[in-house]
């Protein structure tokens, strides 16, 4: 059973910075595509980013084309999300997802395991 926690959240302004970490229980975890989902009040779950297992092939959602990052350190089995430039519609619960294969996109069916989410709230 794979553990994926996740953490960094909190509240900030407008045109801030966080990065948020999702840490593997697992060493399944270097094999394996990973992404980041948010949904916020009332909405469903959303594609954030994703990234292959080696790091390769990362892929983002329009809306956060271009301010966030995805990467991963297999060696220390985390993922991460680097957010710039942060906007109020950014603020919901951000989840961590492993894929089933080594490459992952937007689909939520490609993921089988979940974090419990971290919540991102940004002020105007």
């Known amino acids: 059973q794979v553990q994926l926690v996740e953490s960094g959240g909190g509240l900030v302004q407008a045109g801030d910075s966080l990065r948020l970490s999702c840490a593997a229980s697992?060493?399944?975890?270097?094999?394996?595509?990973m992404g980041w989902f948010r949904q916020a009040p009332g909405k469903e779950r959303e594609f954030v980013g994703s990234i292959g297992w080696n790091g390769s092939n990362a892929y983002y959602a329009d809306s956060v084309k271009g301010r966030f990052t995805i990467s991963r350190d297999n060696a220390k089995n985390t993922l991460y999300l680097q957010m710039n430039s942060l906007k109020p519609d950014d603020t919901a619960v951000y989840y961590c997802?492993?894929?089933?294969?080594?490459?992952?996109?937007?689909?939520?069916?490609?993921?089988?395991?979940w974090g419990q989410g971290t919540q991102v709230t940004v002020s105007s």
């Open positions: 697992r060493r399944m975890f270097s094999n394996n595509g």
């Open positions: 997802a492993a894929a089933r294969r080594a490459y992952a996109g937007s689909v939520l069916e490609d993921y089988n395991y």
